[in-house]
């Protein structure tokens, strides 16, 4: 069954390093997704992005993070200058519709990103 | 803006017996969806089940079926004849129909199913 990938599933990374945490969505998708989970706190949404463009963003999403799909069938999210803050699981996630249309979103195991 | 609550951080049933999660919500849409998804140990989240609000019937899918009151703006979830893979993580949330794109998520609750 297809399914989306994370890499990695665990990063730590210095106060101020940049981070880039990539995902491989089911391959017919067209939605993607961002969202993150800082420990013992609810799943929070960052980012959605179709047609390579942002459709919409959270307040979380802020200028130090960027989300990119640079060869069709990667999405990464960078972190420019990672904070204490950013500690966090981050999962991605995609559909084939538009999440509003069904809901229904296909998430990836997530990347545990410690910053120290 | 929308908010998700669930109340039971933690909860465990033994197997074959039925357990009930409780999920409530505070919103002033009138269309949107609901859900509950679940995320095994180190496993990814999956949909268990989804209810557009507009419908009155409550979803069902197999073991697990879901409580819809609008009016009360709760949502439980009831899941038959526990299995051993049931445990997990189970996660409220919320999606307003067109517009936005965000799923809104309650903090969780641990189910664990006992032999």
């Known amino acids: 069954e297809p399914e989306v990938t994370q890499t990695p599933s665990h990063q730590v990374t210095q106060m101020g390093q940049e981070v880039i945490l990539r995902c491989v969505p089911i391959?017919?998708?067209?939605?993607f997704y961002w969202y993150r989970q800082i420990l013992g706190q609810k799943v929070e949404f960052l980012v959605s992005?179709?047609?390579?463009?942002?459709?919409?963003k959270s307040e979380i999403f802020d200028d130090q993070f960027s989300v990119e799909r640079p060869d069709g069938s990667n999405f990464t999210l960078k972190i420019r200058s990672t904070k204490l803050e950013d500690s966090a699981m981050y999962f991605c996630?995609?559909?084939?519709?538009?999440?509003?249309?069904?809901?229904?979103?296909?998430f990836g195991e997530g990347s545990r990103l410690t910053v120290l | 803006a929308q908010t998700v609550t669930q109340s039971q951080p933690e909860m465990s049933v033994q197997e074959a017996e039925t357990v009930t999660l409780s999920c409530t919500y505070d919103?002033?849409?009138?269309?949107?969806?609901l859900f509950w998804y679940k995320q095994p140990p180190s496993r990814q989240m999956i949909l268990v089940i989804r209810?557009?609000?507009?419908?009155?019937q409550n979803a069902t899918e197999n073991r697990f079926s879901v409580n819809f009151q609008k009016a009360a703006k709760s949502f439980s979830l009831k899941i038959s004849d526990s299995q051993l893979g049931d445990t997990a993580m189970y996660f409220c949330?919320?999606?307003?129909?067109?517009?936005?794109?965000?799923?809104?998520f309650g903090k969780g609750t641990k189910l664990t199913v006992n032999p």
């Open positions: 949330a919320f999606m307003k129909r067109g517009g936005s794109e965000k799923l809104v």
């Open positions: 919103t002033s849409e009138n269309n949107y969806y």
């Open positions: 992005f179709y047609n390579n463009e942002i459709s919409e």
């Open positions: 209810q557009e609000a507009y419908k009155q």
């Open positions: 391959s017919n998708h067209l939605y």
């Open positions: 996630a995609s559909s084939a519709q538009r999440g509003a249309n069904t809901g229904e979103l296909f």
